[in-house]
């Protein structure tokens, strides 16, 4: 494949929004059923420098996920949030939460939405809606390059010193 | 108090003040002048600016005016390069294993069109 599909994210300055844009040179089912796969997830969720295992992830409606990041220090990291609607292959809504933060309840809403383009091409959009602005806001400065690890302890000094 | 550039940006009357002095450096008179809003509360609003480091107070003459620190703004830009870094990789490794998925794919579907 030449072309490579670029990676869209749309933050807008103090909005409780964001959304995560790409292309796939692949169709629809595909590009589903490496979302609700956990032995496919598994293989590309993971940050570079993380080891990521899957405690459970019950791909359905009601349905409910639970996996971990580990850095080489044997830090874990752990994700977990309900399935509320999965409408394969079009559409997943499921909730998202940090188990590290300092409070419970920093959760978002993320929907996937899986669009059919022509030439057996898939467009995938996740939309995030945070509780505040700093959690969004938060949820980004996470991703930093340097490591998740160092990006959440950036978060918790922001949450701790109370915006 | 958090000071950086996004508490900078969170407000939209900060925005605004911005976008203003952006175009035009101004007295914080003149920037008051443009909003509906009291002049205590521009003034506010231009300390926090100032405070993240977006907006400097020179003196001219008798006037002080507004500056925009247009590198600061940049920071917004890098800090989203970052998240889209993060997923960029994830996607990355998709096109991967969608590409293996569909190499794989054809021969099992011919498979079944013998049978």
């Known amino acids: ?163 | 108090m958090r000071r950086d550039v996004f508490q900078a940006i969170a407000d939209p009357t900060r925005r605004e003040i911005i976008n203003l002095i952006a175009r035009k450096s101004l007295t914080p008179n003149a920037v008051a002048d443009s909003f509906d809003v009291s002049r205590q509360a521009i003034s506010k609003h231009i300390k926090i600016l100032t405070e993240c480091g977006i907006i400097v107070i020179n003196q001219q003459g008798r006037e002080r005016f507004c500056y925009i620190q247009p590198e600061k703004l940049n920071e917004v830009q890098d800090w989203l390069t970052g998240f889209r870094k993060l997923w960029s990789k994830r996607f990355d490794a998709l096109d991967n294993i969608l590409s293996e998925m569909q190499t794989k794919q054809l021969p099992a579907k011919q498979k079944n069109k013998k049978r």
């Open chain 1, 1 to 163: 494949m030449t072309t490579k599909n670029r990676t869209k994210i749309t933050a807008e300055p103090g909005r409780q929004e964001l959304f995560i844009t790409r292309e796939f040179e692949a169709p629809r089912e595909l590009v589903f059923k490496a979302f609700s796969d956990p032995a496919i997830l598994v293989r590309f969720l993971g940050p570079d420098n993380l080891e990521m295992k899957i405690d459970h992830y019950n791909f359905k409606s009601g349905g409910s996920y639970r996996y971990t990041h580990t850095d080489k220090n044997g830090n874990e990291y752990a994700f977990r949030g309900c399935i509320h609607e999965v409408s394969a292959p079009e559409m997943a809504i499921q909730t998202f939460e940090f188990e590290g933060m300092p409070q419970k309840g920093h959760v978002s809403l993320d929907t996937s939405l899986f669009e059919a383009l022509p030439n057996n091409r898939t467009r995938l959009t996740i939309h995030s809606v945070f509780r505040s602005v700093a959690d969004r806001d938060g949820i980004v400065m996470s991703g930093m390059e340097d490591g998740l690890s160092q990006g959440f302890a950036k978060l918790d000094a922001i949450l701790e010193k109370g915006i």
